[in-house]
């Protein structure tokens, strides 16, 4: 059996656990597009600090780029099934303190990515729905250029 080479050093996180306020824009479009682009062997969840409605307008950004929800609905912290997770990225600021006081006794990284909330956009459907495009090509920049390329290291 082929070992990896140990100078390679960590290769980026197994499992990552993306989490915002509701899981129903943020973290869950994160979780489909991490799991498009990472490799397989990595695990993906997305989880919101409070219980919250699915969003129709993710789903139409979501198929612009070939992804769907299917039957998902959004999930909080304590209904995830795994709680182990090495990296926990945070979506919005409820959620990093959340997300903080969830590890503080653990050994996981908790980092902060910023990304507004497209449902204070107003005008018409377009305008709204370039908000949530907004939000969705932010998130897909950040995994490529933290989280793909952490892996590819």
Known sequence: M?????S???????????ICGMNAIRSPMAELIARKLL?????VASAGVRSGER????????EEIGLSLGRRQ??????????FFDLVVTLAPE????ALELTRSSAVEVVYWP???????TGTREQILAAYREVRDRIERRIREELVAAISR
């Open 55 to 62: 969003d129709p307008f993710v789903d139409v950004v979501l």
């Open 95 to 98: 959620a990093h303190h959340a």
């Open 8 to 18: 390679s050093g960590r290769r980026g996180p197994g499992a990552i656990l993306f």
């Open 74 to 83: 959004p999930q909080t912290l304590d209904e995830l099934e795994d709680d």
């Open 2 to 6: 082929a070992e990896e080479a140990p």
């Open 39 to 43: 490799p397989q062997g990595v695990y």
């Open 115 to 121: 990304m507004p909330d497209p449902t204070v956009a």
